[in-house]
């Protein structure tokens, strides 16, 4: 019995030996910082952008991923206080390559938590629509400038749109 797992667990980690490599290579991460036009009444800085992009087929990706955002205001005892925005992206990305420069749109769903300054915590949830120029400026990385809208629904307001920008770097595992 003891042979059947030990063989079973070889057979499995061969497997996954052997599959891994075509699937990392497939996968790309992005990292960037930019600014959000949330609600267009408060700005806040993007501190943190980080995506994972899995290529589904050509010229399609799986985007997962998420951001860390901040703005900070001065209150009436002259102490800052910071608000948080922590943006989720699942979607996919349409990607138009060229030579050195390709275009993307992309479309999904975008969980969102606020943290505002008294601690509270909301949650709104939407679509998204973005546009994206990706330059290649090594084999393995690219340069992207991407604007995102969206349109979350929750909170007070219950309706609620807004401007993302970005700029960074994806990180491909395979040479483009």
């Known amino acids: ?81 910071p608000r948080f925005l922590l943006p989720a992206n699942i979607g996919l990305n349409f990607v138009f390559p060229r030579d050195q420069v390709s275009v993307v749109f992309g479309t999904g769903l975008t969980p969102v938590f606020v943290i505002d300054e008294d601690g509270d915590t909301s949650f709104l949830m939407g679509p998204y629509a973005k546009g994206a120029v990706r330059v290649n400026v090594h084999p393995f990385m690219s340069w992207f400038l991407e604007i995102q809208q969206d349109l979350l629904i929750g909170g007070s307001d219950w309706i609620n749109t807004g401007t993302r920008a970005s700029s960074g770097i994806v990180f491909s595992f395979e040479n483009r």
């Open 1 to 81: 019995m003891k042979f059947h797992l030990i063989l079973r667990r070889a057979l499995v980690s061969l497997v996954l030996l052997a599959v891994a490599p075509a699937a990392f290579s497939q996968m790309s991460f992005a990292a960037g910082l930019g600014v959000n036009f949330f609600r267009y009444e408060t700005p806040y800085l993007t501190a943190l952008a980080a995506t994972y992009l899995y290529e589904y087929t050509d010229g399609v990706e799986l985007n997962i991923g998420g951001e860390f955002a901040i703005n900070t205001t001065e209150d009436d005892d002259g102490d800052v206080v």
